[in-house]
């Protein structure tokens, strides 16, 4: 018998997306070849999802249940989908994605066939309104992708689109770390430790979800204060005296250093340039305290 699968989402007010998402998921899923359970947390104390959540379940015949993180934590969020999910395999997929056609189907056809502790899969951009040319250019939303068996690294590890043996959640008290939840990057501590522990994750592409990209993002402001952010959970996770953090000082010399020969290239050259500097000097600000950014909201 086929495992049972539980998807988790975790969202905060975006009901309007976690709507089309299930709506893309419950007409994927074939019970009668996966036993399949959806698991919505809000994060959201005012519970904006569950109108939303409730009347789909009144047509659905998928089981789908709904949960409430009253603490604005994503890291709580995921801990407690974790905590209450049923299924031997469980699915994370961010509320502002939707799948492409079979990503459920052959991102578990691919776990049958491989012997691994979870699947990862692409994530593409879907732009809500024509981006400017800079954002294409620079292609700061395009995420590396693998040929299908490729063994992940964990700069490759987020949470938008992963499967995962349930036990890897249970290995510690809190699988992803409370004290990223409002910064951002609590997924990559937890995959971090589990790849230091020996777990192997593969790369499946075939199994392809997209994420929903708003006129908001489309802002050099916005990509550096998304940058800062980073910097900040990289500062959290790294010593202070490390050949890592020298080489970001350095980077940030260099970057200014060059800024007006990059400039010279086009502007999607020199934003790009400028969100890699920001990376770097969040980092940094993040050791003295400076960089109270938080990315989660």
């Known amino acids: 018998m086929n495992p049972y699968v539980s998807i988790c989402i975790c969202t905060f007010r975006r009901p309007e997306k976690l709507k089309n998402l299930l709506f893309y998921l419950i007409n994927q899923i074939d019970e009668q070849i996966y036993p399949v359970e959806i698991i919505i947390v809000d994060n959201d104390n005012n519970k904006s999802a569950k109108p939303i959540v409730d009347k789909i379940k009144t047509t659905s015949h998928i089981k789908i249940d709904y949960y409430c993180e009253l603490i604005q934590n994503i890291s709580l969020a995921r801990n407690k989908a974790a905590s209450v999910a049923k299924g031997e395999l469980i699915i994370f997929v961010d509320d502002d994605e939707y799948p492409s056609n079979k990503w459920l189907s052959n991102l578990l056809l691919f776990y049958n066939n491989n012997i691994c502790d979870g699947v990862f899969g692409p994530v593409k951009p879907a732009f809500e309104v024509p981006p400017p040319s800079w954002i294409i250019k620079s292609k700061i939303f395009d995420r590396q992708e693998h040929p299908s068996g490729f063994i992940a690294q964990v700069g490759d590890m987020r949470t938008g ?21 409002l910064v951002g990057g609590e997924d990559t501590d937890f995959f971090k430790r589990m790849t230091e522990r020996g777990h192997k994750f593969l790369w499946c592409q075939e199994a392809t979800v997209f994420e929903t990209i708003p006129k908001e993002r489309l802002t050099i402001d916005y990509q550096i204060k998304r940058a800062l952010g980073r910097g900040k959970f990289w500062s959290m996770m790294t010593p202070f005296a490390s050949f890592s953090n020298l080489r970001s000082l350095a980077a940030i010399i260099f970057y200014f250093c060059m800024s007006p020969f990059i400039m010279m290239r086009g502007l999607s050259s020199f934003n790009r340039y400028l969100i890699k500097a920001s990376d770097h000097l969040g980092k940094l600000l993040g050791y003295l305290r400076i960089n109270r950014i938080e990315q989660y909201k």
Not at 164 to 173: A, G, Q, S, V, Y
């Open 161 to 181: 689109n992963v499967l995962l043996k349930r036990n890897l959640l249970l290995e510690d008290r809190n699988a992803f770390d409370p004290k990223y939840g």
